[in-house]
């Protein structure tokens, strides 16, 4: 069965930095669209950073903008989610997913297929 799992998350203090991961487990990370998303305690669930699996595009909304660097390492079955200068306002639930082809509209980024079930990011000021 195809899983995808999160890890790095924690208690970070506000201005650290953290590297979340993503791993796919029973299949595999490489030739998909991958997305980083959050959810924020009351707030709804919004991207972070996506990939494109047909011309690897990379995509950063908005909130994410240079403080956010998508990687993934040579083999291509983990990708990461390197945070910098981290903000109370990053605190969140963060999910990784895989998908098929991204979607990319006004309203946000899609074609998701499995979803982790996420890694908690707590920003302590």
């Known amino acids: 069965e195809m899983q995808v799992v999160e890890s790095g998350g924690g208690l970070v203090q506000a201005g650290g930095s953290l590297r979340l991961s993503c791993a796919a487990s029973g299949g595999s990370l490489r030739d998909y669209s991958i997305g980083w998303f959050r959810q924020a305690p009351g707030k709804e669930h919004e991207a972070v950073s996506c990939v494109d699996r047909q011309d690897l595009s990379l995509y950063y909304a908005g909130p994410a903008e240079g403080r956010f660097t998508f990687s993934r390492d040579n083999a291509g079955n983990t990708v990461y989610l390197h945070i910098d200068s981290l903000k109370s306002e990053d605190t969140a639930v963060y999910y990784c997913?895989?998908?098929?082809?991204?979607?990319?509209?006004?309203?946000?980024?899609?074609?998701?297929?499995?979803w982790g079930k996420g890694t908690l990011v707590t920003v302590s000021s």
């Open positions: 997913a895989r998908g098929g082809p991204l979607v990319v509209t006004v309203r946000g980024y899609y074609g998701m297929d499995y």
